[in-house]
């Protein structure tokens, strides 16, 4: 990874499909004052730039990772608490819903919260990870435990 291109360390996050690979870039320097919408403006142009400037060298990192782990590599920045994921997949996940469920997915859709099922179900979850984040985190942190616990047990 280039030195010069983040300014703190990298949020790595993974699932089964995919490595995201997140970092920190310099705010924009604004003038004392600066309205929220120049701000927001300059945050935006920062992004841009690093994205831009930096494209072929990520794809050539990621191509390099994929092959050694096994899983696209997608990338985003940090800048100025603002977290903006670049290109990252979009997984089809399969469930079955019974009526109810159902029925709160297309009181959604009806609704114009969502586009479709599938929209209305990845707002839900987006949703329940907004508001249930300490709970998230400690149930990852439970599920590391019992991985420590089944490498120190029995091996076959």
Do not use: N, Y
């Amino acid at each position: 990874m280039p030195d010069d291109w983040f300014a703190g360390p990298l949020d790595i996050r993974g699932d089964r499909d995919e490595i995201l690979v997140m970092g920190p870039i310099d705010p924009p320097k604004l003038a004392d004052g600066e309205s929220p919408e120049a701000r927001a403006a300059a945050v935006d142009a920062r992004i841009s730039g690093f994205r831009e400037d930096t494209r072929a060298r990520r794809m050539k990192i990621a191509h390099e990772a994929q092959h050694r782990f096994g899983r696209t590599v997608s990338w985003g920045v940090i800048c100025d608490d603002r977290r903006t994921p670049f290109t990252t997949l979009s997984v089809p996940a399969m469930t079955r819903l019974r009526l109810p469920e159902r029925q709160v997915l297309d009181t959604l859709v009806d609704a114009g919260v969502a586009r479709s099922r599938s929209h209305a179900l990845a707002w839900c979850v987006r949703l329940v990870a907004e508001h249930q984040d300490e709970w998230l985190r400690e149930l990852r942190e439970a599920l590391t435990k019992v991985e420590q616990v089944r490498a120190e047990g029995p091996k076959d």
